[in-house]
C-alpha cells in the first residue's frame, strides 16, 4: 500500500501567481486538502479553466489540467467527460470567465447536467485584465472602464444556475475551510452539474467587497447556513426565516424577542427550487446571506444518458466495410 | 417513336418545381435508377434557402439536376437537355439554363394567370415566342395524376402530392427503365404511413409511365438511349459527399481504433454530416450537438484530451467563430478534425450555394503564427479518403487539420465505388510513455516529439502517472510549464510552422491526373472544380491541345515536388470558386506565375466555361500532331 495521499500531493512544482492575499490561495488550499481527505487519484482527477485570475488554478493543482479559452471551459469538460465520463472533472472560473463572456456554456452545461463540478470564484470585479467592473459587480462599482460608476444591474450566479436548470447549487467563502470543505466534498459526489459559487476576496481591485456578512465580526449575524431537513435559523438560532403566505417570500423575524416561536421558521428543503429561489434572492439590506448546499435534487446525468442515447456505450459494434454496404448497391463487371 | 443516343454519350436531365413539390425525391430516384442502368451520373440538388417559400414563387424554386451518360461523367453537366418543370416560376428561373432545342415537360395545370402572378409572368410564356428554340411538350400532369390516385381515397391536396410520382414515372418510359426498384423503395418508405400513401404514389408512377408510353403525345414525348458507361469492375453505390465524408470518419476511427466524438451545431450546407454520424454509433461514432460553434469546437478538443478523436464541422460562418478554439489546441498539441463545408459567403452569403472562399481562413485565419495542415476533398466518393487522410494527419502530427469540402461536393451524389477497407493502413498515435512519477522526467516524457512528425505522445487524460496540464499560454518546449522565455517562443513558433512543413515528408508526390508532365499549358485545381476541369481538359486533349491536370488535395504543406513539376509548365491555368485565393497562395510559396479563372455566382463552374479559357491560353502550335 502506498502511503495516504496529503494536500502536498495534490499541489505542484509551479510557483502560485497570484497577488499576495488574494482569496484563491486558501481556495486552492481548501481544494488540496479536501481531494486528499476523500483520497482522489490525481491521475483520474481533471481541473479545466478559462481565462482570468481563477483560472489558473489548474497550473496549480497536481492532476491532469486543461487551461483553456475565456469562458470555454465547460464546453471542454463536457466533450472530456463525453469521451472519458471516470473523469473526476472540475470547471474553475470566475465571475467575468462564467457569467460574462461564457455565461452561455454556464448556462448549457448546468441545464444538461454533466457529471462534473463547477467552482466559480465570484470577486465581482475583473481581476487579470486590472479591475474593470464584472457582471456582478454591485451597480456604481468605480473602476477604470467606469468611472463614474456601473451602471449595469448584476446577474446573481445562484438565480442565474437555478434558471438554467442546475439539480446542484452551493455557496461557499474563500476563507472559510471548515465550511467551504463540506460542501466541495458535497458537489463531488453529486452525480450532475454541480455548481458552487465561492466569494472571493480580490485584495487588489475589490478589496473585502464582502465584508458585510465575510468579516469575522458579522459572520455569524449574517450568514445563515443552511441545512436540509433544518429550520432556516441564523445569528445564533436568535433569527430565522418565515414564509410569507401574502408574498410568497420570506420575512427575517427574531425569535422569542420578536415574537416568532421556532415553529414558525421555514424549514429547508433542498430538493424545492421554490425554497431555494428564495434564497438566492434574498434583499441584502436585513437579511442574511444563505451558505452550503442551497438546491440538491439529483436528475441523470448528462454523460450517462448520451452514451445511453448513442447505444453500445461508444464501443464499437459494426463494421465500416458492412456499412458501405448499406442502401443500393450494384455490382459492375467490365467484360 | 423517336429513340435517341445522345450524341455526344451523356444528357443533361433537370427537374424543377416548388420546394414542396418533392423535386429532390424525384430526382434522386431518378438517378437511383440510372444507378442500376449502368450508366454513369453526377446529381446536383439546387434548393432555394428557404425551408417552404410561398409556393408559386421564383425564390421557392427548388431543382435537381442529374447528367448522365455512356462515359465517364465528371460535372452535373453545363446546359440541361432535358427540363421537367411542374410550375411557370420553375420554367420561368431554369430557362435561361437551357441548351438550345431542348425538350420542356411543362405541367399546364400549373400555367394559371394566378400562377403566372405569384412569379411575376406578364404573359404566358407559351405564347410570347419565348420557348420557340425549344422543344416543349404540355402535358395537364396535376390532373392526370388526379384521375390515376382517384381510386384510392386521398384528399385532392394530398393526391396532387402524387405528382412527383407522376413525372417520374414518365421519365422512367422516357429513358427506358425499370419500375420495380423505385416501387419497392416506395413500399419501405411509406411503410409506416397510411396505406393509401403507398398505393397513391404508385398509381401515379404507373399512370405516368403508361401515359408516356401509350397517349398519342408520345410522338412528342423522345426515347432515350443512354447505355451503360465502362467502369472498373467491382461494387458500386450512390453516395452524396456528406455521407462519404461520415463513413469516412467513422472509418477513420475504426483504423485508429478510437471513438470519434463528432460536436457540431447546425449550420448549411454542413449539417448532413451530423445527421449521418448520428446514425453510426455501432461504428464507434458519438455525436454531440452543441450550444453553439465555439462550445461544438472546444467539446470536441476536450474529447481528444480525453483520448476520442474529436472531429468538428460547420461552414465559413462558423468556422470563425471557432477559430481562437483551433488555436489552442494547436498550442495544447492535440489533434482535431475540423471540417469546413464551404458555402457563398462572405458574412452570411449564400448559404445554400456553393463557393470555395474559406481557403485563406483555413490557412491564415488565425490570430499570431499559427500554421496548421489543410486538405481538400475532390468530390463525393472522394470525401471518404480524404477524412481518413486528414485525421491520420491530425494523430501522427498531433496538431488540428482542417479537411475543405463545399456545399456542391456536400450534395452532389455519383456512383462510388466501394473501397476496400484492407487497403487503409492503420492510423497509429505516437505511443505514450511509460508512467513516470517523477514530475521532471513526466514533463520531458509528455513533451517528448517525434522527431521526423514532430507529433508528441497522445497522453489523454485519466492515463496512470502521466498527469499533466496543458493550456494556451507558450510553454516551455521541453517541460510543458508556462514560459515567457524570449528564447523559447521563438523555438516554439520555429517548431510549430516546421512541424506542418513536416507533413510533406508524409503526403505524396503532386501527380497529374490527365496529360504530360510538361508542356504549354496545365490547368491545376483543388477541391470540387476536379470534375469539370477533368472534362474540359478531357475533350480539348482529344482534339490535340497539349493540356495537363493538376489537381491539388494538399493546400497546407504543398507537396514537396508542386514547384518543380509546375515550373515545368509554360502557363499555369487555375479555375477556382473565389477571387483567386488559392493562385495567391500559389503565388506566395512557389512564385509562380498564375492565370486566374475565377467564379463566384454561388454556381460551379461549367465545364464550357473552363473550355474557353484553356483554348484562349493554349496556342494552337501547342496542339499534339496527329501523327504522334
New interface residues.
Partial sequence: MNAPLTAKDFA???EVRWCPGCGDYAILKCVQKMLADVQAD?????F?SGIGCSSRF??Y?????????HG?AP??????????P??DVWVVTGDGDGLSIGG??L??VLRRNVNLQVLLFNNEIYGLTKGQYSPTSRPGTRSPSSPGGSIDAPVSAGAFALGAGARFIARGVDTDAKNLSPVLKAAREFKGASFVEIFQNCIVYNKDVFDDFVNKKQAKEMQLHVEHGKPLLFANGTKGLKLNPQTLSVDAVEIAGGGASETDILVHDETNPAIAQMLMTLPKEGFPMPMGVIYRNPAPAFDES??TA???K????????D???K????????A | MSKIAPENQSIVVRFAGDSGDGVQLLGSQFA?ST??A?SDFSTFPDFPAEIRAPIGTTFGVSAFQINLGARRISTAGDAPDVLVALNPAALKVNLPLLQKGALILLNTDAFTDRNFAKANIAADPRKTGELDDFQVVEIAMSTQTLEAVKPHGLSKSDAEQCKNFWALGAVLWMFGRDRK?IEDWATKKFAKKAPTALTGNLAALNAGHAFAETAELSAEIPQFVVGEA?????????ITGAEALS?GL??A??LADR?V?F?SYPITPASPILHHLTR?????V???Q???E???C???????????I?VTSSSGPGIALKT??IG?AMS?ELPLVIVNSQRGGPSTGLPTKTEQSDLYQAIYGRNADAPLPVIATAGPGDCFDAAIEATRIAIRHMTPVFLLTDGYIANAAGPWA????KDFEPILSNTPPAAQND??ERKRAIWNRDPSSLGRPWV??????????????EKDMETG??SYEADNHQAMSDLRARKVEAVADFIPDQDVVQGNTKGPLAVVGWGSTHGAIWRAVHDVREQGYDVAQIHLRYLSPLPKNLGRLLGCYDKILLPEMNMGQCATLLRDKLGLDIIQLNKVSGQPFKITEILDAITANCPAKAKIKAAE
Fill in positions: 505542484t512544482d509551479q490525481p491521475d483520474q482527477t481533471v479545466v489548474p497550473y493543482m497536481n492532476a491532469y489540467g486543461f487551461h483553456t479559452i470555454r464546453t471542454f469538460a463536457t466533450g472530456l467527460k463525453l469521451a472519458n471516470d473523469l452561455n456554456h448556462l448549457h448520451f452514451w448513442h447505444g453500445n461508444g464501443k464499437r459494434t459494426g463494421k465500416v466495410a456499412a458501405l454496404r442502401g443500393s448497391v450494384w455490382r459492375k463487371e467490365t | 437511383e444507378a442500376l449502368g426498384p465502362p467502369m472498373a469492375t467491382g461494387d458500386y453505390r450512390s463513413l467513422a472509418a476511427g475504426e471513438e466524438i460536436c453510426m454509433s455501432d461504428l464507434g458519438a455525436t454531440f452543441a450550444e453553439d465555439i462550445a461544438a472546444c467539446a470536441a478538443i476536450g474529447a481528444s484530451f480525453g483520448g476520442a474529436g481562437e478554439a489552442l495544447a466501394l473501397p476496400d477497407m514530475a521532471t489523454a487524460a485519466g492515463m496512470k502517472g502521466l498527469n499533466h496540464r496543458v493550456g494556451g499560454l510549464d508556462i
